[in-house]
């Protein structure tokens, strides 16, 4: 069944290159990628990161910056991401609108709109992840996309250890328990409370990588 509605959580890091801040050249992928899955009928909500820039955690600085401050320039930095990825859509045709955190759904101006949220929720100790996961709830997503380094989840990392074994299917309870890093536990904890959306973890790095997760031709791992 085609979902109505899709919320796809991209890291800052994903729009990065390696001795780039901003890659265009990788980011337009992803942008055409998305467009793949709104030509599909699909309306689509971006959630974008700042890690390519800043994460409050990493940058306190050995404690000369507190972490409010820290966190608050890391949702800058979700911002210019938003504007970076804003642009690039407009150069494939796609319209979009940035979101702040205080958006509300009754407003969306056209439902079929590309969104991209910005900014984070307004307040520090909090991740795009959150972000991600309330956005999802708020405006109904029937599924959150999330498409990573790795091709899903792994008991432990497997790139250190041959014996990681490939988690197929894992609950939000499970996720919590067994401390996953996919995502962080706040996030868990608000979805797996309320209505469970589906989280489909994937690797960016395979080929229109969206719409095989969507069709559940590509390998992956399902939170539910
Ligand atoms: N952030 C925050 N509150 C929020 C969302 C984000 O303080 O509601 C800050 C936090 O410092 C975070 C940074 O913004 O590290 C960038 O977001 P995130 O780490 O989720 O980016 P990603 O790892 O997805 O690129």
């Known amino acids: ?3 109505d509605r899709v919320l796809i959580k991209i890291s800052g890091e994903a729009i990065s290159g390696k001795d780039e801040l901003f890659s265009s050249d990788i980011a ?6 998305i467009k793949n899955v709104i030509d599909l009928g699909i ?5 974008v990161g700042g890690g390519n820039i800043i994460r409050g955690r990493d940058f306190i600085n050995g404690g000369v910056i507190s972490r409010e401050t ?3 320039i890391g949702m800058l930095a979700t911002i210019m991401n938003g504007l970076f990825l804003k642009e690039l859509f407009q150069k494939i045709g796609i319209d979009s609108e940035i979101v702040k955190s205080h958006h509300n759904p009754e407003n969306l101006s056209s439902k079929n709109k590309l969104l991209i949220f910005v900014g984070g929720l307004g307040y520090p100790y909090f991740s795009t992840d959150t972000v991600s996961v309330i956005a ?6 029937d599924i959150i996309l999330k498409a990573t380094k790795s091709n899903g989840i792994y008991d432990k990392d497997p790139l250190l250890f041959q014996d990681a074994k490939f988690i197929e299917n894992l609950t939000y309870e499970q996720a919590i328990k067994d401390n ?5 536990q706040t996030a868990f904890s608000i979805i797996g409370s309320n209505k469970r959306i589906p989280i489909y973890v994937f ?5 229109n990588c969206f719409v095989k997760a969507l069709n559940k031709t590509i390998k ?3 939170v539910n």
Do not use: F, G, R, T
């Not at 337009?28 to 990628?33: D, G, L, P, S, T």
């Not at 309306?43 to 959630?47: D, P």
């Not at 690797?203 to 080929?207: A, D, G, Y």
């Open 1 to 3: 069944m085609i979902p």
């Open 43 to 47: 309306s689509v909500l971006v959630v």
């Open 70 to 72: 820290a966190d608050s």
């Open 203 to 207: 690797s960016l790095k395979e080929e």
């Open 220 to 222: 992956m791992s399902i």
């Open 28 to 33: 337009i992928k992803i942008c055409n990628e």
């Open 180 to 184: 996953i890093q996919i995502m962080d």
């Open 136 to 141: 999802a709830l708020l405006y109904k997503c």
